[in-house]
């Protein structure tokens, strides 16, 4: 059964900083990688997708990779804003049964 | 563009009371279905999913069951809503494009809060 692990749990850094969130799952067999925002009481906001044969996807100050053969993916944000204070999530597709998600991280961007 | 509506957006309900849940989508023609549940210190975990009209999947054996009465309207439903049932559950579509583990995004509703007292 899939499972996806992300680290940190929780972060907290200063405006302006770059930074990264990491994901990894245990079954590589991935259809594709989708890295979602949820911000509090709110429903998902898909950030990138990211095909099983790519490997990253860029959109604006957000760039994803995808290393499928050891099961990982990161998520690296530039030039952090107050904005982008949200959950961030990371799913795997395995095909016919839909999503398998991580915890999620929960990032503060200090003003 | 496509849009999806969920309602109601918060819900509290008593135990042993039914519940109805419905999602739509706007904008696009036989989409994938899901529905999810995020419930406290849990990860989102899929509920049931469906590919067309009446044709429903369940992930996990549950208290809930789902229908897709038309091809771009899913609910989920409760007999008797159990304390456990509580949680955030969200709607979500996917076009079907390229078959059904096409690598289409997924799509999400903006939830409903269900809480049982």
């Known amino acids: 059964k899939q499972e996806v692990t992300q680290i940190p749990a929780a972060l907290s850094v200063p405006e302006g900083e770059n930074l990264v969130l990491n994901c990894s799952f245990t079954?590589?067999?991935?259809?594709?990688l989708q890295w979602f925002r949820q911000d509090p009481g709110k429903g998902l906001t898909s950030l990138l997708l990211?095909?099983?044969?790519?490997r990253e996807q860029t959109s604006g100050r957000l760039n994803a990779s995808l290393d499928k053969s050891s099961g990982r993916s990161t998520l690296y944000i530039a030039a952090s804003q107050p904005g982008d204070s949200a959950t961030y999530l990371c799913?795997?597709?395995?095909?016919?049964?839909?999503?398998?998600f991580g915890k999620g991280t929960h990032l503060i961007i200090q003003p | 563009s496509q849009t999806i509506h969920q309602w109601p957006a918060t819900l509290v309900q008593p135990v042993g009371s039914p519940l109805s849940l419905e999602c739509t989508v706007e904008?696009?023609?036989?989409?994938?279905l899901y529905w999810y549940r995020q419930a406290a210190g849990r990860g989102l975990q899929l509920l049931f999913y469906?590919?067309?009209?009446?044709?429903i999947s369940s992930e996990v054996p549950q208290n809930l069951s789902a229908s897709r009465p038309q091809d771009r309207q899913f609910i989920l439903s409760s007999k008797k809503l159990l304390l456990s049932d509580s949680g955030f559950y969200l709607c979500?579509?996917?076009?079907?494009?390229?078959?059904?583990?096409?690598?289409?995004?997924?799509?999400f509703g903006d939830g409903t809060r269900l809480s049982i007292l």
């Open positions: 979500a579509w996917s076009s079907s494009t390229g078959g059904w583990w096409s690598n289409q995004p997924q799509h």
């Open positions: 079954d590589s067999a991935i259809y594709n």
């Open positions: 990211i095909q099983s044969s790519q």
């Open positions: 799913a795997v597709s395995g095909g016919a049964d839909g999503l398998t």
């Open positions: 904008g696009t023609s036989n989409p994938n």
């Open positions: 469906s590919v067309g009209i009446g044709q």
